[in-house]
Every structure is written in structure tokens, then in C-alpha cells.
């Protein structure tokens, strides 16, 4: 890793380049190389009250976004190089973000040959692939950081230096805090500059396109709202009308109407799913055993409950909002949580069906797969799984591990015990640092439960499927799947708020992600809580005897585009939906997690309703 000593003592480590490489390593700054403690990644209700790292934070992001996008410091190009490697061209840097989804180009000399982005969807990789990306970022911001410290006064300069050494990104923990952060939907934001006080133009609010793409970089065929391509906007949109302005309001709406199932969620996945495969993507299918939950289903539903046909929704080109690296922070988070809880844990071996930029469908994925196209080190060599399994290697750690000083098995019972204290759905409102709203009426559970429902739902696609979706029935994908208890109200648009939603499922557009092989069917699992509103509806309690009747004659859903159009059930006739329950014995102590039972299915719920799993039907 190149490191620069400036006259005026400031340290500024730049990402190594070998010709066209470009090592991606994380911040060493602020790591005790001797214990491994190192600074954490905070909560952004915790981070904004952090004085000068925040500061820092908002002035670096405004100058990673401000930059002209030729200039491989800009937020669209690749950043974190220091000013002294300016000469490195554009054309071998392309684009940060362009990583992801569009354009569908080569990064860092790594090439490929399908019309997709690096990212992989659907895929065992997808929890690790991301560590490298966000570290990126990460190492961008804090190039920025560094080099704004020292423009503050010679008085103050000293506790920014101090603050920007130890910078890391911060979270959204969208299950604690299911609406939206309200700094993020500000156009200006309050900052201490230095020259004073600041009412600075907020870049969590939105990124504008400097010049706008062109067509061969953003196909207008690539991701659409309403009839409007979202290439066509010259800003990120997060829920937009159709003048193509934001609607954050509406978007939090949405948010807060399933705030309850994320929390229940993600509390249900980390302390029951033990095996990578089906924690870590939506497309595992080899004997999920009725949890059909995962850390990319979690994640899809942010993406559409924020974007909800802006560009957060259309996976392409969702890195381009900024609350994307808020939100993928939170989701790196949970993986590491979860892999705290499993230490023997790895990546288990499958099948992508769904293919990358370079990634053909079909290809057997596994830990030693490269995640391209992030380099590890000046030789060029790419990432793998092993070898960004942990967050030590990129020098950071989140609030709840602290890993150093202790043994394993005292990391894992204080991480349980964290997590207890987070997540568990068990524990009254008051007794969970979180938001509600007085309009959902569908309101957290009593204190015990003996059991819990799920509605599992799956959906079968592929890139000439969807197409047909979209042709027959003018929509664009990706669409909701809403869940009711009685009949849905008579304004679709009111849907994914209404007072009886149970909960919201998101199915995103693979089609868009590998056109390789538009024949090749993905199947996608996702899974909806409904303990919370069964209690809320009246049963005397969990038992199949009173859950089973309620949910045959109450359980509906809906169809939904992002334009908040009603999708017609008939034109996903992959669709199935069905009810499974299990079991569930009280945790004895803080750090110890409840007993589950087998998931059993009832099929006489869904039976006879369109789109709903029959009696004959195989529920896997």
C-alpha cells in the first residue's frame, strides 16, 4: 500500500496501484495491530451526535460526490486515491458505483462478457462480496476526511486530525429504526465547517449526475418507474411521483408499516438459521426446511420500501443513492453478527443460476470464488470469500463485537446477549430501543410466545419471464407481494400502508441483473412474520386450532408495481404462498437464544386462493 507523508505531516494512504490494479484494503488507521481492537461503525442516531466525525463525514461525502465525474476521485468514478495519484487515467478507473449495476463495463482492468453488474444476486456470495465494496467506499471517505482536517483552524485542527484517523462509515439499522434517518431527507444539513457553522448542501439527500449518462451507459430499457426510465432522472429519487420528484413521507409510510416484521426478521434469522446457505441469499434452495427467510430477502425489502421505483428499487443503479452504502453498512453488520454466533460456519457451495458481469448462469460458486473485481493486495490479486471473511481485515468492528480481550465463547454469549436486547420480538415496545407508530395498528407481541406463523413465499424468474411480465401487463419489475388480514383496501396506492398489511415481500428484477441466459429460471424465497398480526386480530392465543381458521378465511394478498399500479396475480403464475408455523420454547437467560421447533406446514390456509400453495403442491 503506497503511503504519502505531506510537509505538513498528514498521513494519507492511498490504494495501491499496479498499472490498471487497484488494492482494496480497508483503513488500518485506528487498529491496535496487537489486540485487534479497533474503531467501530456506529448507528447513524449515534454517529450524527459525534460532532467532528460527522462533520467530517458530510464534508467528505459532498466532495467525493462534487467531484467532476472524469476524475477518478469522484463519487461516479473510483475514489481514495490521493491527490498525488491524480495522473492514473479515467478510462482504466471507471466507475465506482457503475460496480454494481450499470454501466455494464470493466472495473479495474477486470473484464467480462455479460450485460450485468459485478454484484451477485441470488448468489452464496452475496454477503461477502459486499464487504470488499463498502470497505472501498469506506477508504474513500476516509482519504476525504483526512485531507479536510487539515483546512479547519489551527485551534480546532488537532480534534478533527484525531477524528478523522479514526473514521469509519455508520449504519441504518432499519430494524430498530424502520423509517428513514430524517438527516438523509433534508436538501441542507447543518455542519461545523471550517470557517464556522454551515448550512451545507446535504449529500445523504440525493446524488446529482454531473453531466447526465448517456444512453449507451444508462440504457433506458434498464430499470423504469411508472413508464419513466430512471435513467431519465438527473438526480437519485428514493419513492418518486410522477413529476419524478421524491416523496420521503410516503416512503417512510411504507417503511413503518413493516417495521415490525423486519424486527421480527431479523431476530428470527440470526438465532435460528445456523447454515450459510440459506442465510446468506434468496436463491439457496436445497433443503431450506420452511425458512425461506434470508439476509437478502431482509435487504430487498429496504432496497424497494426506500426506491419504490426510484433508484434504491432498481438494482442497477441503486449505489448511486447514497442511503445505499447506510443500508449495506447495516446489512455487513448483521452478517458479522451472525457469523460471531457460528464461528465453524462457511460459505456453502451453489449454483448461480442468475450470473454477474463476469459470472456466467450456472457456474458453482464457493469460498474460493474471486469476488471481482476488488484487488487484494499490489499484485492483483482478487478477493475471495476466505479471505474477506472477517472484519478485522478491514479494520473495523460494529458496537455489539467487541472481540478483543476475550475468548470465543464469551464474544458469543455477549453477543447474544446484545442481541436479546435488540431484536427479541418477545420483549415489550418499551423494553426495545426502536420506532413505532401510533397509526400501524399491527403492534408488537405480548411478552411470551409459545409459537410463531410465517407466510413463505416463492416466485420463479428468469430475464425472458420477467420480460413477459412487464410486456403483458405494462408494469416493471421488480413488484411487491402485500399481505393482508381481511380485504385489502379499494386505493392500490394505499397498499403498502394499509392499517390490516401484515407485511411486505420484494421481489427485485433478476432480469436486469444477467441477460446471459434468459432462459434460465431462478427460484427466489422470501418470508413474511404474521405472528404479530394474528395476535392483533383477536386469537385467544398461537395454537393451529385458532391460528388455522383466522388465516384461511382472513390471509389475502396483493400484487404490486412500483408505480403503485395492482399487478394481476395471473401474470406471476410461478407465485406460491403458503403458512408455516413451529414451536418456540422461552430463552432461559440474556445470552442464550429461545428453542425452536420444526416448521410445519398448513396447506388448507392457501389452498384454493390464487397463487397460494394447494394440498398436492410441494411446499420446496
Not at 446529482?208 to 444512453?215: E, K, L, R, V
Not at 413503518?256 to 440459506?278: C, D, K, M, R, V
Not at 499484485?379 to 471473511?389: C, I, K, Y
Not at 424465497?525 to 384461511?552: K, R, Y
Amino acid at each position: 500500500m503506497a503511503t504519502i507523508r505531506l510537509a505538513c505531516g498528514l498521513i494519507i494512504v492511498a490504494l495501491a496501484v499496479l498499472g490498471n490494479a487497484i488494492a482494496v484494503r480497508g483503513i488500518q488507521a485506528g487498529v491496535d495491530p496487537r489486540t485487534g481492537r479497533r474503531p467501530f461503525r456506529q448507528e447513524f442516531s449515534t454517529f450524527k451526535n459525534s460532532g467532528p466525525a460527522f462533520d467530517l463525514y458530510i464534508l467528505a461525502l459532498q466532495r467525493f460526490q462534487q467531484r467532476d465525474q472524469t476524475n477518478p476521485l469522484s463519487y461516479f468514478g473510483v475514489a481514495g486515491i490521493s491527490p498525488e495519484s491524480e495522473a492514473y487515467s479515467y478510462t482504466t478507473l471507471t466507475l465506482l458505483e457503475g460496480i454494481h449495476g450499470v454501466p455494464f463495463q470493466p472495473w479495474d482492468g477486470v473484464d467480462g462478457g455479460n450485460k450485468a453488474g459485478y454484484c451477485p444476486h441470488a448468489s452464496t456470495l452475496f454477503p461477502t462480496w459486499h464487504r470488499p465494496y463498502i470497505a472501498l467506499y469506506e477508504q474513500a471517505i476516509w482519504n476525504y476526511a483526512r485531507q479536510i482536517a487539515e483546512s479547519y483552524p489551527v485551534s480546532r485542527r488537532a480534534v478533527y486530525r484525531e477524528a478523522a484517523w479514526t473514521l469509519r462509515i455508520p449504519y441504518w439499522d432499519w430494524s430498530i429504526s424502520p423509517t428513514m434517518p430524517p438527516e438523509v431527507n433534508a436538501p441542507t444539513i447543518y455542519i461545523n465547517g471550517p470557517t464556522g457553522i454551515l448550512n451545507a448542501i446535504n449529500p445523504l439527500y440525493n446524488y446529482t449526475f454531473h453531466p447526465q449518462p448517456s444512453d449507451a451507459d444508462f440504457p433506458p430499457s434498464v430499470g423504469s418507474s411508472g413508464g419513466t426510465p430512471v435513467s431519465s432522472y438527473h438526480s437519485t429519487v428514493r419513492y418518486p411521483n410522477a413529476a419524478g420528484q421524491s416523496q420521503p413521507d410516503r416512503a417512510n409510510m411504507q417503511l413503518q408499516a413493516n417495521g415490525e416484521a423486519l424486527h421480527t426478521l431479523t431476530y428470527q434469522l440470526i438465532t435460528q438459521q445456523s447454515q450459510y446457505g440459506p442465510f446468506s441469499n434468496m436463491g439457496f434452495s436445497d433443503e431450506r426446511g420452511g425458512h425461506y427467510n434470508s439476509i437478502e430477502n431482509m435487504h430487498n425489502g429496504i432496497h424497494m420500501l426506500v426506491g419504490n421505483g426510484g433508484h434504491m428499487s432498481n438494482i442497477p443503479y441503486s449505489s448511486f443513492d447514497p442511503i445505499f452504502w447506510l443500508h449495506h453498512a447495516n446489512v455487513d453488520r448483521l452478517f458479522a453478527l451472525w457469523q460471531t454466533i457460528y464461528p465453524n460456519a462457511t460459505v456453502t457451495p451453489q449454483v448461480n443460476a442468475v450470473g454477474t458481469f463476469t459470472v456466467d448462469p450456472g457456474t458453482t460458486e464457493d469460498i474460493n470464488t474471486q469476488l471481482s473485481p476488488f484487488h487484494s493486495d499490489d499484485s492483483g490479486h482478487l478477493w475471495t470469500s476466505a479471505a474477506a471473511w472477517s472484519t478485522r481485515t478491514f479494520g473495523y468492528t460494529y458496537p455489539e463485537i467487541v472481540d478483543w480481550d476475550v475468548d470465543s465463547s464469551q464474544l458469543s454469549s455477549n453477543v447474544k446477549a446484545r442481541l436479546n436486547s435488540l431484536y427479541d420480538p418477545s420483549g415489550s415496545t418499551s423494553q426495545r430501543a426502536r420506532s413505532t407508530s401510533a397509526s400501524n395498528n399491527l403492534q408488537s407481541s405480548p411478552n411470551s410466545m409459545n409459537a410463531q406463523w410465517f407466510a413463505n413465499i416463492r416466485v420463479q424468474v428468469s430475464p425472458s419471464a420477467m420480460l413477459r411480465v412487464r410486456v403483458r401487463s405494462s408494469m416493471t419489475s421488480p413488484f411487491f407481494v402485500h399481505l393482508f388480514l381481511g380485504d385489502p383496501p379499494a386505493d392500490a396506492g394505499t397498499w403498502s400502508f394499509a392499517p390490516n398489511l401484515v407485511g411486505s415481500h420484494s421481489v427485485v428484477d433478476t432480469s436486469r441483473l444477467s441477460a446471459a441466459n434468459p432462459d434460465i429460471p431462478t427460484t427466489l424465497f422470501g418470508q413474511v412474520p404474521l405472528t404479530h398480526a394474528i395476535l392483533v386480530a383477536g386469537s385467544p392465543d398461537l395454537a393451529p386450532s385458532n391460528v388455522v381458521p383466522l388465516l384461511t378465511s382472513q390471509l389475502k394478498w396483493r400484487l404490486q408495481n412500483t408505480d403503485d399500479s395492482p399487478l394481476d396475480i395471473s401474470q406471476v403464475p410461478s407465485l406460491k404462498v403458503h403458512v408455516v408455523g413451529q414451536a418456540v420454547k422461552a430463552r432461559a437467560t440474556d445470552d442464550e437464544f429461545p428453542e425452536y421447533g420444526q416448521m410445519q406446514v398448513y396447506k388448507e390456509i392457501t389452498a384454493g386462493k390464487v397463487g397460494g400453495l394447494g394440498v398436492d403442491d410441494d411446499p420446496d
